[in-house]
């Protein structure tokens, strides 16, 4: 059951709302671009998760929300950081895949068939990362990246398809330990 909307915060800056339940659900409007229905009603109906450690949902103003890369359209549904200045997310307006493209590396990865299928990966990254962190024993971050690649490929085996796509880059990054250590180590 979804409660009143949470006001404030960066996600509502330009549109959208965030709900009781922690997401960021799009205004109709901003998302009447995509085309692809079922993405189109889940991100209006459902939405994603507000802030992440790899993704932080929000609207972008009009003149940077859609961008087009050959014959394709891009919408996009977050940044990276609160400062966007690294990467974005977007939906493909034709087929609701989710991509992000990379600021800094001038660079597209895919991410997932949808952005449902998104929001299920980032739950479970941060499910297991945080009973990684909080259980008795350091956490093995190998073991951790080989749990998140059987667990992601589960939910969408698409999102692993690409050796260089952004779950394999991920899972890397968590294998070599990071998002398992303390701010303070180092």
């Given at each position: 059951?979804?409660?009143?909307?949470?006001?404030?915060?960066?996600?509502?800056?330009?549109?959208?709302?965030?709900?009781?339940?922690?997401?960021?659900?799009?205004?109709?409007?901003?998302v009447?671009c995509?085309?692809?229905?079922?993405?189109q009603?889940?991100?209006?109906?459902?939405?994603?998760?507000?802030?992440?450690?790899?993704f932080?949902?929000?609207?972008?103003?009009?003149?940077?929300?859609?961008?087009?890369?050959?014959?394709?359209?891009?919408l996009?549904?977050?940044?990276?950081?609160?400062?966007?200045?690294?990467?974005?997310?977007?939906v493909?307006?034709?087929?609701?895949?989710?991509?992000?493209?990379?600021?800094?590396?001038?660079?597209?990865?895919?991410?997932?068939?949808?952005?449902?299928?998104?929001?299920?990966?980032?739950?479970?990254?941060?499910?297991k990362?945080?009973?990684?962190?909080?259980?008795?024993?350091?956490?093995d971050?190998?073991?951790?990246?080989?749990?998140?690649?059987a667990?992601?490929?589960?939910?969408?085996?698409?999102a692993?398809?690409d050796?260089?796509?952004?779950w394999?880059s991920?899972?890397?990054?968590?294998?070599?330990?990071?998002?398992?250590?303390?701010e303070?180590?180092?």
């Amino acid at each position: 059951m979804a409660g009143p909307p949470i006001t404030g915060g960066p996600a509502t800056a330009n549109g959208g709302e965030v709900v009781a339940s922690g997401n960021f659900r799009y205004s109709a409007g901003y998302v009447e671009c995509v085309r692809d229905t079922a993405a189109q009603e889940f991100l209006v109906a459902v939405g994603l998760p507000t802030t992440h450690v790899v993704f932080v949902a929000c609207e972008a103003p009009e003149d940077h929300a859609l961008l087009r890369v050959a014959d394709r359209e891009l919408l996009r549904i977050g940044v990276a950081t609160e400062s966007d200045d690294v990467g974005a997310y977007h939906v493909e307006c034709g087929t609701g895949e989710v991509v992000y493209v990379d600021a800094l590396a001038s660079s597209e990865l895919y991410v997932n068939a949808s952005p449902e299928l998104f929001a299920d990966c980032l739950r479970l990254f941060e499910s297991k990362i945080d009973d990684a962190m909080n259980g008795s024993d350091d956490p093995d971050p190998e073991q951790l990246a080989d749990l998140l690649e059987a667990e992601i490929s589960r939910i969408d085996s698409s999102a692993l398809a690409d050796d260089s796509g952004f779950w394999r880059s991920l899972l890397d990054d968590v294998a070599i330990g990071d998002y398992t250590e303390d701010e303070g180590e180092g």
